[in-house]
């Protein structure tokens, strides 16, 4: 989590302004999500600490119009894609059954496919 450089409440306590001190020419909005994390919106915007407050209720607002829009499912959101990991042992199997298919093609010897199959399993295991 990157180091906040300046922070002002807003909207009584229930959101709050802030800038990074990576960049701290970019504002942000920022408001607890209940689930101890936070949603947050960059303030385009803004250019100052008192543009980022007065902008801070419409980005409320424009928040929570987004908010019951999806829970109401008249827009979808399209769900994270988190690829497929492959176990180590998998891809060691994908490999050497490629070497194996090279060898029957003769573009490796099968003493190489022999060495390689020592070696990564040797190594796995």
């Known amino acids: 989590m990157p180091k906040i450089a300046e922070r002002r409440n ?7 302004v802030i800038t990074y001190s990576r960049d701290e020419s970019a504002w942000y909005y920022r408001e ?3 689930s101890g994390g936070y949603r947050q919106r960059r ?11 007065a902008m801070a ?3 409320w607002s424009e928040m929570r119009t987004t908010q019951q829009l999806i829970t109401s499912g008249q827009v979808q959101v399209k769900p994270n894609r988190h690829t497929k990991k492959a176990t ?10 490629e070497e194996r298919r090279r060898v029957d093609a003769e573009i490796i010897s099968k ?4 060495s390689k199959e020592f070696k990564l399993r040797h190594v796995y295991e």
Request: charged share 25%.
């Open 111 to 114: 003493a190489s496919l022999t």
């Open 10 to 16: 807003v909207l009584d306590g229930r959101a709050e």
């Open 43 to 53: 303030l385009k915007e803004a250019l100052s600490e008192a543009d980022a407050v």
């Open 32 to 34: 607890p999500d209940g």
């Open 57 to 59: 209720m419409d980005v």
């Open 88 to 97: 180590v042992h998998a891809s060691i199997d994908a490999f050497l059954s």
